[in-house]
């Protein structure tokens, strides 16, 4: 089992049932964490660090399997313009390692938080738990619930 992690606490503080999926910490990506698994693609979430003009980072969380479209996130956001914010930046920003980087984890960073829409679509999914190697599944509701993720479309078809 691995170590209670500060999403896992805050998780069982609102008594949400969740499920812990651990593997090597050399993957870092979340399709590569659905090869190990077995799983399809569209069921392991990224979380992806992205920089508005002007405020704090968004935090949105897509599909394995799809690709954020920017102008897409922009203006459902209500943004005129947004970038994805670089490894080292990401990195300094929210005080994780990309491959381990987890809305759930920076809850008491208050950060915006979006989802995909297709995620709608699935019971559950499998996000980063803050932590390279560790990665929780939960149901899709309560991820949304506790991180006050505002469903989007982020993505092309």
Known sequence: ????LNSMRLLDRQKIAYSVRQFPDTIHSADGVADYFGLPHHVVYKTLVVLPAKGK???VMVAGSRELNLKQLARA????KVQMAAKKDAERLTGLQTGGISALALMHKNFRVFIDRPALELDTVLVSAGKRGVNLEL??????RVT???P???TDE
């Open 77 to 80: 956001v209500g943004e005129k």
């Open 152 to 154: 989007i479309t982020a």
């Open 1 to 4: 089992m691995a170590q209670k």
């Open 139 to 144: 149901a899709v509701p309560d991820l949304i």
């Open 57 to 59: 980072p968004l935090l």
């Open 148 to 150: 006050g993720a505002r």
